[in-house]
């Protein structure tokens, strides 16, 4: 008799011992379930996360007050120094110049076509490829225009960027391609992006860090940018930044259009 107890004691103490760990597993699971919902929530909607960092660039009107912008800067890279020049029309016409010591490239924008000073001297025609790396020296404006010059925007989440603490969103570029854009957590301006390397060679990402930023005319504009393609980096130190003060014959190709050549 007594071991038949002894039986059933073993018994309730092991269908207890289920039931417990049944709770425990199943509490773990609503537990795990709640937190991931949580965490999804309390990320921000790709809207909200880019009204916020155009309002730390200021305020509406004064960014609706830019119409383009001249930049200036002093740049390093793998090969050296040399100097970029660049005027942004906010339209998307680009006057771009760059100033090595053995050289210089003369390209620009019009009407949303590229174009670009061949060996020669001539002008002629460029692809939308080599049209887009042209806009990606626009660094101020692509700050400033991010909604305009990506789309398709949807958020990842919080991660590290280059030690600092983000927002992560995924996006589409004017190609296509796939991109990234990071957002401070304490200042809400956007600190950085990856790219996609239109041209073909080399690593398939480009990381472009923007270290600083200056305050012109009431707007923030990225002053200082460091970018990585592998182990190669280039830096662009702004020492230039000004508003409106382009006029059109600042965009217009060396000659006329119907005097250049197609691109083979």
């Given at each position: 008799?007594?071991?038949?107890?002894?039986?059933?004691?073993?018994?309730?103490?092991?269908?207890?011992?289920?039931?417990?760990?049944?709770?425990?597993?199943?509490?773990?699971?609503?537990?795990?379930q709640t937190s991931r919902l949580q965490s999804v929530d309390a990320?921000?909607?790709?809207?909200?996360?880019?009204?916020?960092?155009?309002?730390?660039?200021?305020?509406?009107?004064?960014?609706?007050?830019?119409?383009?912008?001249?930049?200036?800067?002093?740049?390093?890279?793998?090969?050296?120094?040399?100097?970029?020049?660049?005027?942004?029309?906010?339209?998307?016409?680009?006057?771009?110049?760059?100033?090595?010591?053995?050289?210089?490239?003369?390209?620009?924008?019009?009407?949303?076509?590229?174009?670009?000073?061949?060996?020669?001297?001539?002008?002629?025609?460029?692809?939308?490829?080599?049209?887009?790396?042209?806009?990606?020296?626009?660094?101020?404006?692509?700050?400033?225009?991010?909604?305009?010059?990506?789309?398709?925007?949807?958020?990842?989440?919080?991660?590290?960027?280059?030690?600092?603490?983000?927002?992560?969103?995924?996006?589409?570029?004017?190609?296509?391609?796939?991109?990234?854009?990071?957002?401070?957590?304490?200042?809400?301006?956007?600190?950085?992006?990856?790219?996609?390397?239109?041209?073909?060679?080399?690593?398939?990402?480009?990381?472009?860090?923007?270290?600083?930023?200056?305050?012109?005319?009431?707007?923030?504009?990225?002053?200082?940018?460091?970018?990585?393609?592998?182990?190669?980096?280039?830096?662009?130190?702004?020492?230039?930044?000004?508003?409106?003060?382009?006029?059109?014959?600042?965009?217009?190709?060396?000659?006329?259009?119907?005097?250049?050549?197609?691109?083979?």
């Amino acid at each position: 008799m007594n071991q038949e107890i002894g039986c059933i004691e073993r018994v309730n103490r092991g269908i207890v011992l289920l039931l417990s760990a049944h709770v425990f597993f199943s509490s773990c699971v609503v537990e795990g379930q709640t937190s991931r919902l949580q965490s999804v929530d309390a990320v921000p909607a790709p809207t909200e996360i880019l009204e916020a960092a155009e309002r730390a660039m200021g305020t509406e009107s004064a960014r609706a007050s830019v119409h383009s912008i001249f930049a200036i800067a002093a740049c390093h890279g793998p090969n050296g120094d040399y100097e970029t020049r660049t005027t942004s029309e906010r339209s998307g016409n680009l006057s771009f110049q760059q100033f090595f010591p053995d050289r210089r490239n003369i390209a620009g924008i019009l009407d949303g076509r590229g174009w670009q000073l061949g060996q020669n001297g001539r002008p002629e025609w460029i692809d939308a490829t080599e049209t887009s790396v042209l806009r990606g020296h626009e660094f101020s404006l692509i700050a400033l225009d991010l909604r305009k010059r990506f789309h398709d925007f949807k958020t990842i989440g919080r991660t590290q960027f280059e030690g600092q603490p983000a927002n992560r969103i995924a996006m589409t570029d004017e190609l296509g391609n796939p991109a990234t854009s990071y957002f401070s957590l304490t200042t809400q301006l956007p600190i950085g992006l990856t790219v996609t390397n239109a041209r073909a060679g080399g690593p398939r990402t480009i990381t472009i860090r923007f270290d600083g930023w200056r305050l012109t005319d009431g707007v923030k504009l990225v002053s200082h940018v460091t970018i990585f393609h592998g182990s190669r980096i280039w830096v662009f130190d702004f020492k230039t930044l000004k508003l409106n003060s382009a006029g059109k014959e600042a965009f217009q190709i060396p000659t006329t259009p119907t005097a250049l050549t197609e691109r083979k």
